[in-house]
C-alpha cells in the first residue's frame, strides 16, 4: 500500500540521532504501529527518486535479524522510512538504563548482528555500514534486530546533516579514508560488545579531561578533515555533533568543543579520538573477567590491520557464537525485566 503523512498518527518520539528523528506512530489504516524515521535530505527532485527506488531494497529485506520496512515515501524536504516498531530500546538505552549488560546476552547480540550482516552482503550485497549499540534493537520476544544499514549510497550522501557517516566506532582504516569493506563493521561490533559489557565506551575512560586549546583543535580538524571523510562525502561540521551528554559534560563540551562521551563525564575531541583510535593499541575487554571465549572474538574483531581482522564468516567459526547459540539464556525473560 502507498504510504502518506496524512494516514499516520504521531504517538511519541522514540529517539533522533544525527540524521533525523524517529517517532512511533500508528498507520490509521491498517491499524499497524510503527516507526517512522524522518530525515532531512538535501537532493534534487531526480536524485530523491533514485533515492526512494534504492530504499526499496531494504522493503525487500526479510530475515530475522533486520528491522522490516513497510516502505518509504517524500515529504518535502524529508524522507520518511516506515520500519517495524520495536517495543524495547537499543542496545544503548538498555545498558543506560540496567548498566553493564550479562555477557551470555551480549553473545547473543554477537550471534545476531553476525547473522544480520551476512543476511545483507549474501542476499542484497550490501554492507552496513553504521554498527553501533542505537542500530541493534530489541523488542518483548527477545528478538535482536539491526536497523540503519547503509542501503543506499545515494542516501548517506544527501542527508542533510554533514556529520553523518562519522561516526565514534569509525575503524582505523576508516578513519584513514581507506574504502569501505565489511571488515570495517567488524571492528564497530568489537567496540560495540566491549560497550554492552562493561557498560563504558571503551575509549571514554582512558581520556583525561580535555580542554584543548579551539584554535589548535581547529587547525587539527582541518588537517584530519579530508582523512575523516569517504571521499564523497561533505566535510564535517563540528556543531552538528551529538553525543549523548549529561548537563555537566554539555557545559563543558562547548568550552572544549570536544565529543562528550557517555556516562563517564570524560571530554574528548572528535579529532583526538579518531588519533587514539588510530594510534593506540585496540581496545580489549577487561583481562580475566568474562573469560578466554569472548575475549578471543572480540581480539579477532579489534585487530587494527583489517587484514588480519577476522572476516565474518570466520568468527562465525569461533567458540563463543556457538557457546552463544546454546547459552540457554531466556532472551524473552531477560527482555521482561526493563
Ligand atoms: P541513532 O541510531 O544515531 O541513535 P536514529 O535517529 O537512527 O539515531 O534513532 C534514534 C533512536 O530511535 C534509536 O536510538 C532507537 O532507540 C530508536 N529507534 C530507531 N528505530 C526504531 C524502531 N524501528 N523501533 C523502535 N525504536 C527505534
Ligand atoms: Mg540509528
Redesign the pocket.
Known sequence: FDLKNDDFTTLEE?????????M?VLHNLTGTVM?K?IVLIDAKPAERKKLLRELQIMHDCDSPYI?SSYGAYLAEPNICIC?????K??F??IYKKIGAIDIRVVGKVAVAVLEGLRYLYDVHRIIHR?I?P??I?CNSQGDIKL??FGVSGELVNSIANTFVGTSIYMSPERIQGATYSVKSDIWSLGITLIELSVGQFPFSDSFSDSDADSDLEDAASHAHRDSLHPPRAPAPKRDSL?VPTSPTTARRRRRSKGVSLHGGGATLSIIELMHQIVNEPAPRLPPGRFGAAPDAFVNGCLEKDPDTRRTPKELFDYEWIAESRQNGVDMRAWAATF
Open positions: 522514540l529517539g533522533a540521532g544525527n540524521g533525523g528523528s524517529v512511533k516507526a524515521k528491522v520500519m517495524e516498531f520495536m517495543d530500546p537499543s544503548d538505552g553504521d553501533k542505537s542500530n534493537l536497523c540503519d551529538r
